[in-house]
């Protein structure tokens, strides 16, 4: 215990204000802000959590936690433990970054097949190198509130893994949101059936090893769906979707091999809707979702009247280019801000 105290000490001293982790904080659907699980103040710092996974994540104490305490709080976002990544692919809070269960005061948001829906993590996230992956669980009840996490069944729904590049030197889907805000939008397939989801947002840090996953979930009620039921061989559990030999979870960005490798496998499912849905996952090394476009980011320069995917194409005071690329569509956020989605 003296050693450990002594360490969190250390890392408290060396990194005072970087936030070096994290999680998703809000959400966007089609406009509408919510907040997630608030920041405690005086304990959103950096601790070292990387001795025993087991007796770290057991039971985080109130400065391990992302917030100072969950009473009160109402939002869509289910309460999560903490900041510090989750480095085993076995570790019973993978689904939720917590315990699976719902806060005492859990809300939940409406939203509709097609809806474009963002997470946005803290700024400036810290992880450029790996994957970024949506997925979606759909409740047995008419509500998600009191549904452990780790009992349901996950589909994915996003993915981008390298964009670009080789392995070592590439452009990852992680550095993609980074350039976005840091934040990711996914769309919701207008085939999923209508009813209430956990939607589950990660990303996938691949910096060092073993790799590091951070995921967190938020209620959403979908109407307007459709009606194809995920395959059984795409849905999984968390924990159970990824194994710690996964190629995609135990690739060394630091190799000679690294720098010439273009080819990296995206763990879990094969992709909701991408096919038989009976085949391992795909090789990607090229944009492989509507999300992955070849423009880099954001600020890409776009000629007259095409704004570029994720792009400002509207909003008050707004005097640039409206019309999108294709096949994006210029989607109004709020009064200030329209994006191509
Ligand atoms: C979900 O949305 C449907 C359709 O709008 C509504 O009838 C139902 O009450 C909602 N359920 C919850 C739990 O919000
Ligand atoms: C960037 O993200 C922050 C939340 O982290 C949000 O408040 C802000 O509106 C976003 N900016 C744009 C241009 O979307
Ligand atoms: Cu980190």
């Not at 959103?44 to 959590?49: E, M, T």
């Not at 795909?282 to 890409?300: I, L, N, R, V, Y």
């Not at 792009?311 to 200030?336: I, K």
Request: hydrophobic share 30%; proline share 9%.
């Amino acid at each position: 215990m003296f050693a450990f105290a002594s360490l969190v000490a250390l890392a408290s001293a060396a990194l005072p204000n970087v936030l070096a982790h994290g999680g998703v904080l809000s959400y966007g659907i089609e406009g509408q802000i919510y907040q997630g699980w608030k920041v405690g103040s005086g304990n959103w710092y950096p601790a070292l959590r990387t001795s025993p996974s087991s007796l770290l994540h057991s039971s985080p104490s109130s400065e391990d936690r992302p917030y100072n305490s969950p009473d009160g709080q109402t939002t869509i976002q289910r309460p999560w433990a903490t900041y510090n990544p989750i480095t085993d692919p076995t570790d019973p809070t993978l689904a939720c970054n917590d315990d699976g269960t719902s806060g005492a005061l859990q809300l939940t948001a409406n939203a509709k097949a097609g809806d474009a829906i963002t997470a946005y993590w803290n700024q400036p996230w810290p992880h450029p190198y790996g994957p970024m992956l949506t997925y979606l669980a759909q409740c047995p009840g008419s509500t998600c509130t009191g549904v452990d996490a780790s009992t349901l069944s996950w589909f994915k729904i996003d993915e981008a893994g390298l964009l670009s590049g080789t392995i070592g030197d590439g452009y990852w889907g992680s550095g993609k949101m980074i350039d976005q805000n840091s934040s990711w939008t996914t769309t919701i397939p207008t085939t999923v059936p209508s009813g209430n989801y956990l939607i589950r947002f990660e990303t996938i840090a691949l910096h060092s090893l073993p790799a590091q996953f951070y995921p967190e979930c938020a209620q959403i009620n979908i109407s307007g769906g459709g009606s194809r039921q995920p395959t059984t061989d795409e849905l999984v559990k968390f924990p159970g979707a990824y194994s710690s030999t996964d190629p995609g979870l135990t690739v060394n960005l630091y190799t000679n091999e690294a720098l010439t490798e273009t080819t990296y496998i995206i763990p879990g499912p094969p992709l909701y809707g991408s096919g038989s849905g009976s085949a391992a996952p795909s090789p990607t090394s090229a944009p492989s979702t509507p999300s992955s476009t070849t423009a880099p980011a954001a600020t890409t320069t776009a000629a007259a009247g095409t704004v570029a995917h994720f792009g400002q194409c509207g909003g008050s005071g707004y005097t640039g280019a409206t019309a999108c690329v294709s096949p994006y569509t210029c989607t109004a956020l709020n009064d200030y801000y329209s994006q191509c989605l």
